[in-house]
C-alpha cells in the first residue's frame, strides 16, 4: 500500500482559443479537432483514465461548451444508431459517469498557471494531475501512456511529478527546461531547478517539460500571490520552481512518442503517425503516404 494520498483529480486547461487553426477553430473548440477519428481531448481523457484518476476538470473559456457535451449521452444519436443496430461501443470513451466531469471557467486568459489557480476550489486539498491535450503522448506498442507511468512513480517517490523529454539544445528557449539532479533510475531524475523558455545560452538542460504534471495542493497557495513572469502570463513553472526543495520534485522521462498538436505541423505528424499504426487503415495510408512523396 502506498503511504501517498491517491491521484484522483486531472484539471485539463482548455480555454484557449486556437488561434493557430483559425478558420477551423473559429465555432469548434481546438480540442475536439480529430486526430483519425478521435478529438484530442479525448486521448487525454482516457490516459488520464487509464491512469486511475475519476474526477476530470476542465477549465474552460466562452465558446468551449461543445468539449462538455462530446462527454456528454448524445440521446437521438445513440437511440438511432442502437434501432439500425449500429455498434454502440465506439462512443463507450466519451461516456462519463454523472457527476465526474466537471468544469470551471477562466475569464481571462493570463496563462497557464492561472488557468490550474482557477481549478483550486475542486482541486481541495489533494495532489492532482494535470494534463495539456495539446501534447499528444503516446505509449509505446504494448506499453503503458505517460500518466500511468507518473503515477507509478508518484506512488514510489511522492511530491511533485514533471514528464520530460529530450530535445536539441537550440530549441529549448521554446519550453519549460529543468535542472537535472540525481538520477532515482533511468526514467526517474531528481529536479533541482526549473526554468521557463531560457535563453539557449542560460539554458541548465535540454530536458523539457512536455505538458504533464502531479503537483500537490500547496502549488495553489503559490499561484494565489504569483507575479506574472514570461509573456506577461502567470506561469506554472515558476510556481513549480519555489516548491523545490520544500518538496521532494522528480522528473519522468516519458518512454513513448510525443506529438506537439499546437502547432499544424504536429497535428499533421500526429495524425499521420497514428493512422499509420491503425490495423484498418494503416497499410492504405502509407500507401497513400508513399505515392504522394513519389510525385
Known amino acids: 500500500m502506498s503511504q501517498h494520498k491517491p491521484i484522483k483529480k486531472a484539471v485539463f486547461p482548455v480555454a484557449g482559443l486556437g488561434t493557430r487553426f483559425l478558420p477551423a477553430t473559429k465555432a469548434i473548440p481546438k480540442e475536439l479537432l480529430p486526430i483519425v477519428d478521435r478529438p484530442l481531448i479525448q486521448y487525454a481523457v482516457d490516459e488520464a483514465r487509464e491512469a ?5 476538470i476542465f477549465v474552460t473559456g466562452r465558446g468551449k461548451t461543445a468539449i462538455v457535451e462530446h462527454f456528454d449521452v448524445a440521446f437521438e444519436l445513440e437511440t438511432t444508431m442502437e434501432e439500425r443496430g449500429k455498434d454502440m461501443s465506439v462512443l463507450e470513451p466519451t461516456r462519463a459517469t454523472p457527476g465526474d466531469i466537471i468544469t470551471v471557467r477562466q475569464q481571462v486568459p493570463m496563462g497557464l498557471g492561472h488557468a490550474i489557480w482557477c481549478a483550486r476550489a475542486i482541486v481541495g486539498d489533494e495532489p492532482f494531475a494535470i494534463l495539456l491535450p495539446d ?128 502547432s499544424k505541423t504536429g497535428f499533421v505528424e500526429a495524425t499521420l503517425a497514428l493512422a499509420l499504426e491503425r490495423e484498418d487503415m494503416g497499410a492504405e495510408v502509407r500507401e497513400i503516404a508513399e505515392r504522394l512523396l513519389a510525385r
Open 135 to 262: 501534447e499528444l503522448m503516446v505509449a509505446n506498442r504494448g506499453g503503458t501512456g505517460c500518466m500511468k507511468q507518473m503515477v507509478e512513480a508518484y506512488n514510489e517517490v511522492g511530491g511533485n511529478l514533471i514528464s520530460v523529454l529530450e530535445v536539441p539544445r537550440e530549441e529549448v528557449s521554446s519550453y519549460g527546461v529543468i535542472a537535472p539532479g540525481g538520477t532515482k533510475s533511468d526514467t526517474l531524475t531528481e529536479v533541482t531547478g526549473l526554468v521557463e523558455k531560457p535563453p539557449v545560452a542560460e539554458a541548465p538542460s535540454n530536458k523539457i517539460i512536455s505538458g504533464r504534471y502531479i503537483l500537490q495542493p500547496e502549488v495553489m497557495r503559490t499561484l494565489e500571490g504569483q507575479e506574472k513572469g514570461a509573456g506577461g502570463e502567470i506561469q506554472l513553472t515558476d510556481a513549480m520552481a519555489k516548491m523545490i526543495g520544500n518538496q521532494p520534485f522528480h522528473a519522468v522521462t516519458f518512454e513513448g512518442n510525443r506529438y506537439d498538436c499546437g
Open 52 to 56: 486511475g484518476i475519476e474526477q476530470i
